[in-house]
């Protein structure tokens, strides 16, 4: 039955049905939330917003913890490393941000900002990359960074940003967000032209999500305010005057190991994998993510958009 008043954030459809209740499990609080499916693109919304979303990411929340800097030789080395990769393309020295940049091909005077950044580590290791102008933005940093000119976090969320970029990335952000239609319009105009934004995060076309249902680890109540379906998605963008040009999806084994603490009530703060299970079960979940990704149907993917 409908939800009266009640719209999806990414197709703005009202037909939309209150499905379950899911339990928080982050920190195992057990606080339960209540989330709604779209009828029509099948993106999933909370149905109530906490009006304190800060309470929900304690300073032990993954993302906050302190950035790692690394030694002058040890930078040289990455800086060395990336270069080597972006003429050879080898897997085996490929730095965490190979995927994405080896489909945009950013030149290392590109303006990038990440929004919602966390503690800024991935723009770090950009940095120590050889990248020359780098902007992280996200309003629960506890302050504001300088690393020379080249790299500033500034403790701002997306509305106060003034300049415009080639390329902007949100990690696993746009979900922790009110409003997603509002952002993505926002990016749009923060933007170049030739400009390109990156969005990783899950998506409600999950296997998981239809096989386990409310203990899908990445529901992750009440941070995940919204999930969209790559069709949801899509048609944001569109309506934002960006063009999806790829969804690449690429989910882990914690869709599976995860989920398997969800289902046994077992909070995942601070569980190491390699700890918790076998090696026998991270093989095979290995396996099946590569599988579900391939078949599209992984628990998270990423979208890259392009403004013309």
């Known amino acids: 039955m409908p939800i009266e008043n009640f719209s999806c954030p990414y197709c703005g459809s009202g037909h ?16 339960l ?13 909370l149905t109530e917003v906490p009006q304190d979303l800060a309470a929900y990411y304690p300073a032990s929340y993954y993302s906050l913890q302190p950035l790692v800097e690394s030694s ?23 730095p965490v941000f190979g995927d994405w940049f080896s489909r945009i091909k950013p030149s290392k005077s ?25 902007r992280g933005y996200d309003p629960f940093m506890e302050k504001e960074q300088h690393f020379g000119k080249k790299l500033v976090l500034s403790k701002k969320d997306v509305f106060e940003i003034q300049e415009k970029f080639d390329l902007i990335m949100m990690h696993h952000a746009l979900e922790h967000m009110e409003s997603p239609k509002k952002i993505l319009e926002q990016c749009s105009k923060l ?8 969005v ?17 680890v990445q529901l992750d109540p009440p941070r995940h305010l919204h ?3 790559t069709k949801g998605l899509k048609q944001l963008g569109t309506e934002s005057g960006l063009v999806c040009k790829e969804v690449v999806f690429d989910s882990s084994t914690f869709q599976f190991w995860g989920t398997e603490l969800v289902k046994n009530k077992r909070p995942l703060h601070g569980v190491i994998p390699e700890e918790a299970f076998s090696r026998q079960d991270l093989a095979m979940w290995r396996k099946k993510a590569l599988l579900y990704n391939k078949k599209s149907v992984g628990d998270q993917a990423c979208f890259y958009f392009y403004k013309a």
């Open 200 to 216: 990783r995060l899950p998506v409600a076309d999950a296997k998981v999500w239809a096989d386990e249902g409310v203990n899908w």
């Open 227 to 229: 999930i969209p379906s």
């Open 72 to 94: 002058f030789g040890k930078n040289l080395l990455k800086k060395i490393r990336y270069d080597v990769f972006r003429i050879s393309g080898k897997e085996k020295i490929k």
């Open 191 to 198: 933007l170049n032209p030739q400009g390109w934004l990156l």
């Open 33 to 45: 939330f209540k989330y709604a499916e779209c009828q029509n693109c099948g993106s999933l919304a």
């Open 16 to 31: 939309l049905h209150e499905i379950h209740q899911v339990s928080e499990m982050m920190f195992g609080t057990g606080e």
């Open 110 to 134: 590109a303006k990038i900002a990440d929004i919602g950044c966390g503690n800024g580590q991935l723009l770090y290791e950009l940095y120590a990359a050889g990248f020359c102008y780098l």
